[in-house]
């Protein structure tokens, strides 16, 4: 069974910055794709990043295009999400994920194997 954990979430102004972390219990992180997403109040959840198994390939919805960028550091079994230049609509409980399969498939599908609790982040304006 994996667990993951995110943290790093809180109460920012547009145009400031946060940093999330997601760290996973499990022996072989290197072998799964992991991502983050996010669901606002009264919306689904919806695809935020996603980064490959090598950490080479790295995905993003348009909407923070340029602003986010996801990493991992597979020693510390950490995934994270670097958030720049944040608007209010990026308010919203973030969750990061974990998929064996590869980071592509994280940007179109929800039914992954496992799931954080997810971190609260708001952006006032």
């Known amino acids: 069974q994996v667990q993951l954990v995110e943290s790093g979430g809180g109460l920012v102004q547009a145009g400031g910055s946060l940093r999330l972390s997601c760290v996973a219990s499990?022996?072989?992180?290197?072998?799964?794709?992991m991502g983050w997403f996010r669901q606002a109040p009264g919306k689904e959840r919806e695809f935020v990043a996603a980064i490959s198994r090598s950490g080479g390939s790295t995905y993003y919805a348009d909407s923070v295009k340029g602003r986010f960028t996801i990493s991992r550091d597979d020693a510390k079994n950490t995934m994270y999400l670097q958030m720049n230049s944040l608007k209010p609509e990026d308010t919203a409980v973030y969750y990061c994920?974990?998929?064996?399969?590869?980071?592509?498939?994280?940007?179109?599908?929800?039914?992954?194997?496992?799931w954080g609790q997810g971190t609260q982040v708001t952006v006032s304006s």
């Open positions: 994920a974990a998929h064996s399969g590869t980071g592509a498939y994280l940007r179109t599908h929800s039914d992954l194997d496992y």
């Open positions: 499990v022996r072989s992180f290197s072998t799964y794709a």
